[in-house]
């Protein structure tokens, strides 16, 4: 089955620590994407990739990092320098960038 | 600059008959695609239905349909035969060929469904 997976599910996470979230995909997309999600709001880009080795700022891509080593995969981290992080976070992929996205379950990440 | 507005923050409808979601967009880009989302409450962004800028009848899968109406910017999504599991937000987004890639989602719609 092809698909985007994204873990953990659920992360929690003390003030001050880094925290780094999973997206793996097998759709053979080249673009990949990371979006933040805040209760009752809309989707807000982070991150995105449109091939290996080469990623761009979204609009909030401040206090996050990324890396695009393989097409499959596309982990965000989440520093201590991101004042709010508690949000969901979704990750999503395309053929390319102007082609319908798919998109993973989503990681919900609390800071206590 | 490239903009999505959904004006319905919630809406209800009857279980059986229609519904229309309103989307409009704004972009000087001639060439562009219109994208439809479902969010359930679990969280997960379901992909929904397409319409390119230069496809000239609207867009259709299965019970959900696009009414493309260039002239007015507008890619609203009409739901037939309503059932308990549509209820969820619905986002609209585009996608604009020119310069650096965007891809703007609106701020959705909630839609119940009343049985």
């Known amino acids: 089955d092809g698909g985007i997976t994204q873990s953990p599910k659920y992360l929690f996470r003390k003030e001050g620590q880094n925290v780094t979230l999973s997206c793996e995909q097998n759709?053979?997309?080249?673009?990949m994407y990371w979006y933040r999600q805040d209760p009752g709001q809309g989707l807000r880009l982070i991150y995105y990739s449109q091939i290996v080795n080469d990623f761009q700022k979204g609009d909030i891509a401040e206090g996050y990092s990324v890396s695009r080593e393989k097409k499959e995969s596309f982990p965000l981290t989440v520093t201590s320098a991101q004042k709010n992080p508690t949000a969901f976070y979704l990750c999503?992929?395309?053929?390319?960038?102007?082609?319908?996205?798919?998109f993973g379950p989503g990681t919900r990440l609390t800071v206590l | 600059a490239q903009k999505i507005t959904q004006t319905q923050p919630g809406m209800f409808v009857q279980e059986k008959e229609a519904v229309t979601l309103d989307c409009t967009y704004d972009t000087s880009d001639p060439s562009y695609g219109l994208f439809w989302y479902k969010q359930p409450s679990s969280g997960e962004m379901i992909f929904l239905i397409y319409q390119g800028s230069y496809d000239q009848q609207n867009a259709t899968e299965g019970r959900y349909s696009l009414n493309f109406q260039k002239a007015r910017k507008s890619a609203n999504l009409v739901i037939s035969a309503s059932q308990l599991g549509d209820s969820a937000m619905y986002f609209c987004?585009?996608?604009?060929?020119?310069?650096?890639?965007?891809?703007?989602f609106g701020t959705g719609t909630r839609l119940k469904v009343l049985a």
């Open positions: 999503a992929s395309s053929i390319d960038p102007l082609d319908t996205q798919y």
């Open positions: 987004a585009t996608s604009e060929a020119s310069g650096t890639y965007k891809y703007i």
């Open positions: 759709l053979n997309h080249d673009a």
